[in-house]
Each structure stands twice: as C-alpha cells, then as structure tokens.
C-alpha cells in the first residue's frame, strides 16, 4: 500500500469548487476538504499533481469562529462538505463563488449577488443513492489488522468504519450489510444508517431494505446500489441494482411490506462500475412518482431526472416566469438593478419616469422586440419539461438529448393536454433550426455549460431574450461573456437548490442590447 503523507498549514480563502485553499512549504496549492478559511489544520493528501494537490482535513489545531459540529460526523464530507458552517456563513460563500466566477471572465453583474434559500438546511433531498458493503469485510480486516498484515491509516479511518471498496468482490463469511457511502479521497467506504440530507422517508425505505437483505444473508458482493426517490407527498419508490441475475432477491410479499408505493429488482452489469440499467428483473407496485410544479403535475420514473429541491426550484420558476413574457415587473426590476448600477442621465430619467408612472418602452433600455406580449418560446437542454410546461407560455418547444427523458416529458405534454408543445429528441447543437430569433430561450445545461455552436447561433438569430439558468457559474460566466458583445444583464440571482454543499444554481436574464 502506498504510504500516506499528512501536512500542516493555515487555509486563506475557499476556492471555485468547494475546498478550502492553502499552501504548502514547498509553494503548491492545496485544495482542502473539510476545512474553513483561517484554519490551522493538518491534512491528509489525496492526490498529487506538480503544481497542486487534494487533501481532506485530519485535524483541526486552530479552528475558525464560524466552524460548527457537523450533522453527519463520519460521512459529511462524502455527502455535504460544508455541514461544518452555519447555513448563513455558506450563503456568504456561494455569493462569493459566483462574483468570483464573474470577475474571472470580466463579466460585471448589474446588483449585488442575491442567493435565494428556504433555510431548510436538512431533509430536503428527494432522492439519495446508496452503496453497500458487507460487515464480514471489516471483521477480515480487523484480524489482519491484529496479525500485522496491514496497518493504520491505510486501511481504517477515525472511527475503524473505513473498508476497500474492491474487497467487496472477494469471498468471505455474509454476517451483515450495511448502507454506504464512499469516502472522500480514498477507495473506502463509510457506514451510514443515512444522510441528514434526505427526506426521512428515504432514510426510513433504504433501513427497511437493508434489514430484509441482511436477514436473507446477502451479501455486499451481489449488490450495486440502492436508488431512492420520494415525492413531497412522502411517498416513495425503490430501484436496488444486483450484480447476478436473482428476480426473488426481493419477493412481491416482501415488497408489499415496504413503506413504498414501488420498486424494482435491476441487474446491472458488473463489468461496469456505474449502476445503469441492463435488465429489469422485477417490479413491484406503482414505480411512477407525481409531483405538482408551481400547480403542474409531472410524472418521472425512479431513475429519470427530477429536481431534488422542488420549493427552492419553484421559486427558481416564479423568477423566470417575470420575463416570459415581457411585462411591467420585469421592467421594474430591471430599472432597479440598472439604478443601483449605472448613474447616466437616461437611465436617471427613465427611473424618475418609473416612479412617476410615466415610462414607456424604448430603445437604448429594453429590447424593442419584446414588446409584444405573446412570444413563442424554445427551451434547450430541458430535461422532463419542467421548466418550459410551466413558465414556457402558449407556443413552446422542448429540446432534450436524453430519449428516456424526452419519453416523460411527451407524457407530460400529453397528459396536460398540452397541444401547443413539442419535445424534440436531439442534442440541443443539433436542434439549431428552431433559433429563428423571434422566440425567448430558455437554457438549462450540464455543468459543461453551451455548446460553442449554440453560442454561435445565438449571436447570429438574436432572439429577444435569453433565460440561462445555471448548476455552474464559472460555465455561465464564460459563456455570457462571448454573449454579451450583443446582450447585456438584464437580471440576475442565486438559489441555494443544495444547501450544506458547495453547490448552487444562478440565473441569468440577458436582453437584447
């Protein structure tokens, strides 16, 4: 086993994706888990590269005010680094994420970073996957532990909870099973009875699995993962994944007395680490979930996509529907961002006419062509239709990649009766031909960000306006900062869609300049 190497140092800022940034003697960056700016900590490196490397925190010798007791102790830092701060100290930090992923691509925002949060810190999670191992493994280790075979951090963590992931496919005596997580920055595995994150009906189904598999002695080695999917109505649905073909692994009476309205027995291909599909052994019950968007009902499957946040999404949705279409709240905030931004005398008079009641529409501040209140709309990367089947209006066109996807979001539009819409099973780059320029889009991409050619096409059709929400700011300050030689900001804010980690979503709305 290679041997691990620990060094002590003091962490200055946190940094784009998520860590904590130090430097160690020699003068490489360390991106640091587990720690908070103004720390004294020694951490334990994970990976090396010549000029940086990874680390989680192994101890804290100079904590920082704003440190609290993580929630989830051992597996926090799989699940939600940031536990280890108050919720209103993470906001200030998303805030800065962004301004920093802005200032990077010379992008000016028009106002202040507004994060939009619920404050639900916990339970909010809808859908949580799980890994397994097998308790057998640990007791192998603790005995080669005791003969010398192996020896200290190598293997174990704090709390001896730690095994190697790999050992799962090895033979040994099946006396438990234990719910999940990997570890950050090793090969190993944290034992979890589940995550603060999670509706506690998700934590509550994947015990109530666990427990039946333990009593019929399965072990580690035959299981993949466990998916779980709850509705805000708290029912839930189940899809265990199995590495050999066993369609009673789970019986239809068995199944029945789980609190869940269904589930599935799913072989999937053991040459393959991910848990896809490969066959549906076994179904049990009702495995389609529903959930109303701002009033809409949807319908999604245990392993398609879906919001995991839907209150802090809703809200996303109420900002976006402000623009589409064109209406007088949008031009007041607009007017506020542009008053708290630039000073000059048209935009003055412009505001004075806003208080007065007295403004119209005209060039040199909003778009001439959004005016007209009915637009057609064109919703790129648009998943199972969330986004455009509530806020899209009357003349919408969905564009997904993902067939699976397209299939629920063409349910949806049929189940709503929805006539005015159309799904369209493509790459959003190979579905340009719907850019005409006389429609709003909508984008929600991968944290990739846009295609170059959908950038490309934008700058050439000009559609009025553009709704760009992003998973990635430091992609969406990139890509508006190619747009903006024809668009500026019209307005902007931040959700906190996944509180206790790093991540957050920002919404960009850009207007023909």
């Known amino acids: 086993m290679k041997r691990q190497s620990f060094e002590t140092l003091t962490l200055e800022k946190v940094v784009g994706g998520g860590q904590a940034l130090g430097t160690l003697t020699d003068g490489r960056k360390c991106f ?41 102790p051992d597996s926090y830092l799989s699940t939600s680094p940031w536990q280890i701060m108050p919720l209103e100290i993470e906001q200030i930090y998303k805030r800065q994420l962004i301004d920093d992923a802005f200032t990077l691509h010379n992008v000016a925002l028009p106002a202040a970073i507004d994060i939009y949060c619920n404050n639900v ?82 934590n509550n189904l994947a015990r109530a699995i666990r427990d039946l598999l333990r009593h019929k002695h399965i072990s580690a080695r035959q299981l993949k993962t466990l998916l779980v999917r709850c ?35 799913i072989y999937s291909d053991p040459r393959s680490p991910a848990s896809r599909i490969t066959e549906r052994l076994a179904r049990f019950g009702n495995t389609t979930l529903t959930d ?24 996303a949705l109420r900002d976006m529907r402000e623009w589409v279409p064109y209406n007088k709240a949008r031009q007041e905030r607009q007017l506020d961002q542009l008053a708290a931004h630039d000073n000059t005398d048209s935009q003055q008079r412009a505001i004075s006419q806003k208080k007065s ?46 067939a699976d996807a397209v299939r629920e979001m063409q349910r949806n539009i049929t189940e709503l009766g929805r006539t005015d819409a159309r799904a369209v099973l493509a790459p959003s780059e190979q579905a340009l031909d719907y850019i005409t320029g006389k429609e709003i889009v909508i984008v929600d991409p991968p944290r990739a960000g846009l295609h170059s050619d959908v950038i490309a096409t934008l700058l050439q059709q000009l559609p009025p306006c553009i709704l760009y929400l992003s998973c990635n700011p430091v992609t969406q300050a990139r890509d508006i900062a190619l747009l903006q030689q024809r668009y500026r900001i019209a307005w902007h804010r931040g959700y906190n869609f996944f509180p206790r980690t790093p991540h957050s979503e920002h919404l960009v709305v850009l207007d023909k300049k």
């Open 32 to 72: 640091v888990w587990g720690g908070l700016p103004g720390e004294t900590v020694t951490v334990r490196i994970t990976k090396k590269k010549s000029h940086l490397v990874e680390a989680v925190v192994e101890e804290v010798i100079s904590p920082s005010p704003d440190r609290i007791q993580p929630r989830d």
């Open 121 to 202: 810190a916990y339970g909010y999670r809808n859908k949580v996957e799980f890994s397994w191992y097998s308790e057998s493994v640990v007791s192998r280790a603790v005995s080669q532990k005791k003969s010398g075979l192996v020896s200290g951090p190598e293997l174990f963590s704090d709390n001896n909870q730690e095994i190697d992931a790999d050992s799962d496919r090895e033979e040994s005596s099946i006396d438990t099973l234990d719910l999940a997580f990997f570890r950050r920055g090793s090969k190993g595995k944290i034992i979890v009875n589940g995550t603060s994150l999670a509706r506690p009906e998700i």
């Open 231 to 265: 509705n805000q109505s708290g029912s839930c649905v189940w899809q265990l994944y199995i590495k050999d073909r066993l369609p009673e692994i789970i019986t239809a009476d068995e199944a029945a007395k789980l609190p869940a309205q269904g589930g599935e027995v």
């Open 292 to 315: 109303a968007i701002l009033g809409i009902p949807f319908r999604y499957a245990c392993e398609g996509f879906f919001q995991v946040n839907i209150p802090v999404y809703e809200q």
């Open 357 to 402: 009641g007295q403004l119209h529409v005209g060039p040199g501040l909003f778009s001439d062509d959004i005016r007209a209140v009915k637009l057609s709309t064109i919703d790129l990367y648009a998943g199972v239709g969330t986004i455009g089947l509530t806020i899209g209006g009357d003349n919408i066109t969905l564009v997904e990649s993902n």
